[in-house]
Nanobody, 124 residues
């Protein structure tokens, strides 16, 4: 059974940092590209970051570029999203995604698996 379980969300102040984790099981993690999406209240789900199978290539949405890092641990079957200098506009449910053939790089792509999400709330 495939599982993607996000954790690490919570309520933080503007300017704080947060690291989200996505623990996976049920598939060969190193064979899957990974990524993060988010959905704010009343808005469509949007791409945040993506990482290739080995971790050598990373991709970021313009709105988070420069203050976000995605990385993965293939031995631990997990992917992480470090968010720095958080702003209220970062408030959203953050979802982990996995795909065997497609690296998440933008909105509008289809992926094999999605997690259930973790809430991040940034207060001003």
């Amino acid at each position: 059974q495939v599982q993607l379980v996000e954790s690490g969300g919570g309520l933080v102040q503007a300017g704080d940092s947060l690291t989200l984790s996505c623990a996976t099981s049920g598939f060969t993690f190193s064979n899957y590209a990974m990524g993060w999406f988010r959905q704010a209240p009343g808005k469509e789900r949007e791409f945040v970051a993506g990482i290739s199978w080995s971790g050598s290539d990373t991709y970021y949405a313009d709105v988070v570029k420069g203050r976000t890092t995605i990385y993965r641990d293939n031995a631990g079957n997990s992917v992480y999203l470090q968010l720095n200098s958080l702003i209220p506009a970062d408030t959203a449910v953050y979802y982990c995604v996995a795909d065997e053939y497609t690296v998440p790089t933008r909105n509008g792509l289809q992926f094999d698996y999605w997690g259930q999400g973790t809430q991040v709330t940034v207060s001003s």
